[in-house]
């Protein structure tokens, strides 16, 4: 009889098991390798690091485009002729994609922290390539149609890049301990330099970006302008239904300064609230006439506009999610709401001594107002009886005559001009886009010129508070209701305390990055076992050594004792580990 002493002891290790079972499906022992990963595994770790990247920029794209998630869904009505939230299925495969590719991050950080061989199961493989495919046709869609909304990410980054770049800096130290034990346990002198130059030249990029870090934000809070006046853009749509006068009045009770509606006029040259080119999104006009419901809304005369409900589909689409917030009450004073005239809008306007700006739709040529459309327009603000003072006019379209006829009205301009250029055609307002006008432009047309800037769209706090800081006089948007919450900018640092915390984040970041790197190179010199087995004869590595073992333990299965999934089950390969194999 023939008894074979055991080479090695090995203990249970489940959560080694659990890591490489996960990414690699190699639930046992003997499936893992300590080896170096091969070149193919190598460029399926780079695809899953560019595919987390791209994920990580796309995930933060639509967080913040979080703003303009109306227009978005009103740009999908356009093509499609049906309202839904198309931000739902975006949101929640965006979500799904990330929170998988970051999983298979993380699991393939500790397979580098822990010296195995990288080796991503197939099904991953199908997976991440998915995921890539997707986010990568999804940038491109977005790139053509939706073109504009990148300009969200550098804006964005003025309120949270501060934060964004603790993070990051967190995020990066941290990484240091995988670093450093690649490092101690390398043989190879060259591969050790290379690491560590290029985690240092990351490290010193990081320490280095709040030159690069610029928010209107970071400022002396007593040169801090006054809050910007909130503008009720279509009154408040997202808690009641747009363009009608129960929008404007809870407009109103949200403290809003002014409001901003979309105009067009009927064929019996009545100016009325319309933001869409046809009725069918806002009316009923499906139910009263079929026959119609795909005609301009400027082809209706003004007693048949009186006829259809413009409150019903609020209720039914719910585009904002916010009818289960309604009362009883509410719910009946939406369900009876009618198209909105220009007039009466004025009236309101009038009594609560709140300014007006309408953007103004020509009506098609063959519309019998198609040559009186801006004369329709001044006849309506002058029955209205509201102080020319209070409206503002943006049509270009005869703006000297217009003057000439209403002196008083505020000349507002939808064009982005340079302020001289306004100043010399007697414009006094300048209505854009919150991303076609800069901090430096804001700031300068505020203090070196007599232009009033209002921007649109805005609903988030963050937004808001970047253009508070930066001095905007006012702005357009479809939330109130939340801006009416924000007494403050969200945060505000003075530049003094700012780079304390930056210098201070970078020096603790630098003492914990050298303590890694000495602790784990006196950890592998105190403890590595290659120390009791290398000799001066001897110049393989114990890796090799272990292969060998390994060898020699499957040469014994194979003489006699049973397949290696025999020998290394959870129980077997325990058993004879630490007794010996025998027949």
């Given at each position: 009889?023939?008894?074979?002493?055991?080479?090695?002891?090995?203990?249970?290790?489940?959560?080694?098991?659990?890591?490489?079972?996960?990414?690699?499906?190699?639930?046992?022992?003997?499936?893992?390798?300590?080896?170096?990963?091969?070149?193919?595994?190598?460029?399926w770790s780079f695809i899953l690091l560019f595919?987390?990247?791209?994920?990580?920029?796309?995930?933060?794209?639509?967080?913040?485009?979080?703003?303009?998630?109306?227009?978005?869904?009103?740009?999908?009505?356009?093509?499609?002729?049906?309202?839904?939230?198309?931000?739902?299925?975006?949101?929640?495969?965006?979500?799904?994609?990330?929170?998988?590719?970051?999983?298979?991050?993380?699991?393939?950080?500790?397979?580098?922290?822990?010296?195995?061989?990288?080796?991503?199961?197939?099904?991953?493989?199908?997976?991440?390539?998915?995921?890539?495919?997707?986010?990568?046709?999804?940038?491109?869609?977005?790139?053509?149609?939706?073109?504009?909304?990148?300009?969200?990410?550098?804006?964005?980054?003025?309120?949270?890049?501060?934060?964004?770049?603790?993070?990051?800096?967190?995020?990066?130290?941290?990484?240091?301990?995988?670093?450093?034990?690649?490092?101690?346990?390398?043989?190879?002198?060259?591969?050790?330099?290379?690491?560590?130059?290029?985690?240092?030249?990351?490290?010193?990029g990081l320490y280095m970006v709040p030159l690069?870090?610029?928010?209107?934000?970071?400022?002396?809070?007593?040169?801090?302008?006054?809050?910007?006046?909130?503008?009720?853009?279509?009154?408040?749509?997202?808690?009641?239904?747009?363009?009608?006068?129960?929008?404007?009045?809870?407009?109103?009770?949200?403290?809003?300064?002014?409001?901003?509606?979309?105009?067009?006029?009927?064929?019996?040259?009545?100016?009325?609230?319309?933001?869409?080119?046809?009725?069918?999104?806002?009316?009923?006009?499906?139910?009263?006439?079929?026959?119609?419901?795909?005609?301009?809304?400027?082809?209706?005369?003004?007693?048949?506009?009186?006829?259809?409900?413009?409150?019903?589909?609020?209720?039914?689409?719910?585009?904002?999610?916010?009818?289960?917030?309604?009362?009883?009450?509410?719910?009946?004073?939406?369900?009876?709401?009618?198209?909105?005239?220009?007039?009466?809008?004025?009236?309101?306007?009038?009594?609560?001594?709140?300014t007006v700006v309408f953007r103004l739709r020509?009506?098609?040529?063959?519309?019998?107002?198609?040559?009186?459309?801006?004369?329709?327009?001044?006849?309506?603000?002058?029955?209205?009886?509201?102080?020319?003072?209070?409206?503002?006019?943006?049509?270009?379209?005869?703006?000297?005559?217009?003057?000439?006829?209403?002196?008083?009205?505020?000349?507002?301009?939808?064009?982005?001009?340079?302020?001289?250029?306004?100043?010399?055609?007697?414009?006094?307002?300048?209505?854009?886009?919150?991303?076609?006008?800069?901090?430096?432009?804001?700031?300068?047309?505020?203090?070196?010129?007599?232009?009033?800037?209002?921007?649109?769209?805005?609903?988030?706090?963050?937004?808001?508070?970047?253009?508070?800081?930066?001095?905007?006089?006012?702005?357009?948007?479809?939330?109130?209701?939340?801006?009416?919450?924000?007494?403050?900018?969200?945060?505000?640092?003075?530049?003094?305390?700012?780079?304390?915390?930056?210098?201070?984040?970078?020096?603790?970041?630098?003492?914990?990055?050298?303590?890694?790197?000495?602790?784990?190179?006196?950890?592998?010199?105190?403890?590595?076992?290659?120390?009791?087995?290398?000799?001066?004869?001897?110049?393989?590595?114990?890796?090799?050594?272990?292969?060998?073992?390994?060898?020699?333990?499957?040469?014994?299965?194979?003489?006699?004792?049973?397949?290696?999934?025999?020998?290394?089950?959870?129980?077997?390969?325990?058993?004879?580990?630490?007794?010996?194999?025998?027949?």
């Amino acid at each position: 009889m023939v008894k074979h002493q055991p080479l090695q002891v090995y203990e249970r290790q489940l959560c080694l098991s659990c890591i490489t079972g996960i990414y690699g499906c190699r639930w046992k022992r003997y499936q893992r390798s300590h080896d170096d990963t091969t070149k193919w595994e190598l460029l399926w770790s780079f695809i899953l690091l560019f595919t987390f990247c791209l994920l990580l920029v796309w995930f933060y794209f639509w967080w913040e485009a979080h703003n303009d998630y109306n227009e978005f869904n009103w740009f999908l009505y356009n093509r499609s002729g049906e309202w839904s939230d198309g931000t739902v299925p975006i949101l929640a495969t965006t979500a799904a994609g990330f929170t998988y590719v970051a999983f298979l991050m993380v699991l393939a950080l500790c397979h580098v922290a822990l010296g195995q061989q990288l080796n991503l199961h197939w099904l991953h493989k199908i997976g991440v390539t998915a995921a890539l495919l997707t986010t990568t046709a999804g940038v491109i869609s977005v790139n053509q149609t939706w073109g504009q909304e990148w300009d969200v990410v550098p804006i964005s980054l003025q309120a949270t890049g501060p934060f964004l770049h603790v993070g990051a800096l967190a995020a990066v130290t941290a990484l240091s301990w995988i670093v450093a034990g690649q490092v101690a346990r390398s043989e190879k002198t060259m591969f050790q330099v290379v690491v560590v130059l290029l985690y240092l030249s990351l490290l010193l990029g990081l320490y280095m970006v709040p030159l690069c870090i610029t928010s209107p934000c970071i400022m002396d809070p007593s040169t801090l302008k006054q809050r910007p006046d909130v503008i009720g853009h279509r009154g408040a749509p997202m808690i009641a239904p747009e363009n009608t006068m129960w929008s404007f009045q809870r407009a109103l009770q949200m403290n809003v300064t002014g409001f901003e509606a979309d105009v067009s006029i009927s064929v019996d040259g009545v100016p009325f609230l319309m933001h869409d080119h046809n009725l069918r999104r806002t009316t009923d006009v499906d139910k009263v006439f079929p026959d119609r419901r795909m005609e301009d809304a400027s082809s209706f005369n003004w007693t048949d506009l009186q006829q259809l409900n413009a409150g019903r589909w609020f209720l039914k689409e719910d585009p904002f999610w916010m009818v289960r917030t309604l009362s009883p009450r509410e719910k009946d004073l939406i369900a009876n709401q009618s198209v909105c005239s220009l007039e009466q809008l004025l009236k309101l306007a009038s009594y609560h001594n709140s300014t007006v700006v309408f953007r103004l739709r020509r009506p098609p040529p063959e519309h019998p107002c198609y040559h009186s459309w801006i004369n329709d327009t001044l006849h309506a603000v002058q029955q209205s009886g509201v102080p020319q003072g209070l409206v503002m006019w943006t049509p270009d379209d005869h703006r000297a005559q217009v003057r000439q006829w209403a002196p008083g009205l505020i000349q507002t301009s939808a064009e982005k001009r340079s302020p001289q250029s306004l100043q010399q055609h007697g414009i006094s307002r300048l209505l854009l886009r919150y991303n076609q006008a800069s901090t430096q432009e804001i700031r300068y047309t505020h203090t070196h010129s007599n232009i009033t800037l209002t921007l649109y769209t805005i609903n988030e706090p963050w937004l808001y508070s970047v253009l508070w800081c930066s001095g905007v006089s006012s702005v357009s948007s479809e939330a109130s209701h939340i801006l009416n919450k924000v007494p403050n900018p969200i945060w505000l640092m003075r530049p003094d305390e700012y780079c304390l915390m930056w210098v201070s984040m970078d020096l603790i970041s630098f003492a914990v990055v050298i303590g890694i790197f000495i602790f784990q190179n006196y950890h592998m010199i105190r403890y590595n076992p290659e120390q009791n087995m290398v000799s001066a004869a001897v110049t393989r590595s114990s890796r090799d050594l272990n292969v060998m073992k390994e060898k020699l333990i499957f040469s014994e299965v194979g003489n006699g004792v049973g397949g290696a999934d025999e020998l290394y089950g959870d129980n077997g390969y325990d058993y004879y580990a630490n007794h010996g194999i025998g027949p």
